[in-house]
């Protein structure tokens, strides 16, 4: 047994771990998966992997950025089993396409206080990269009230299948425009392909150059943020319509 396995199955042995159902991870993981940064893609704000929180207890919360978007899903665990807190645990990208091939598989996964993420799948024990490092900065992106506006999926989806690779969105509301966004239009598709509704909620930036998040009706812990491009001259706006949320 290679020496950094037999240290993490020492300190799994030792209860220093926090323990999770791997289904449950896995199904979590596949949902951010399509926000990691690809090959040789490494700006600031970045993060190298999924990384991993518990924001209460019981509760399982992933998220994936690659410095564009960012990609955010909760989920209370039934038999999530924390020995100490899990934040700062990062799975590499390499072991994210391990854990999907083990998708559906029942097996307990353990998150050990060194950052360990281990499991035993067909009776052979798994370990996977994980780093330790501070939560970064993706926070500030991320939305901290409540959604304020409220829009049909089909408004966007319709932008998504007549505008090239950018499109600026008019955002129009009851009272007139409300603001304008430049958007890539493929990283709103995935967006848009991640969540499930016909009605979606919305964080709309403050300016052009702000974030712009998105979630399924209700469900904050379902979470969509897209980074807007600097306006480009020459795009026509594209009107989309927003109901304010105490409308709806």
Request: some cysteine; aromatic content about 4%.
């Amino acid at each position: 047994m290679p020496d950094k396995v037999r240290a993490a199955v020492v300190r799994a042995m030792k209860a220093e771990a926090s323990r999770v159902n791997l289904r449950d991870l896995v199904g979590l993981v596949d949902q951010v998966e399509h926000a990691l940064p690809g090959p040789h893609w490494c700006p600031s704000g970045v993060l190298e992997g999924v990384h991993l929180t518990e924001p209460e207890p019981g509760v399982l919360r992933v998220v994936a950025c690659d410095g564009h978007r960012l990609a955010q899903r909760s989920a209370r665990v039934a038999d999530l089993e924390i020995g100490f807190p899990v934040c700062g645990v990062t799975v590499s990208p390499s072991s994210v396409s391990r854990l999907s091939r083990s998708r559906g598989r029942a097996v307990p996964a353990v998150v050990t206080r060194d950052g360990d993420l281990l499991t035993v799948i067909g009776g052979a024990l798994v370990v996977f990269d994980v780093t330790r490092e501070p939560y970064p900065g993706t926070t500030r992106v991320i939305p901290s009230g409540p959604a304020t506006w409220s829009v049909d999926r089909s408004a966007l989806a319709e932008v998504c299948d007549g505008a090239e690779r950018e499109a600026l969105l008019r955002f129009v509301g009851p009272s007139g425009e409300v603001v304008r966004a430049t958007l890539d239009t493929r990283f709103l598709a995935e967006a848009l392909g991640a969540l499930d509704g016909d009605a979606l909620d919305l964080w709309l930036p403050g300016d052009p150059t702000g974030r712009f998040a998105m979630s399924e009706a209700g469900r904050p812990d379902r979470l969509e943020v897209i980074m807007p491009r600097r306006p480009l001259m020459g795009l026509s706006p594209v009107d989309v319509r927003v109901v304010e949320k105490g409308d709806v």
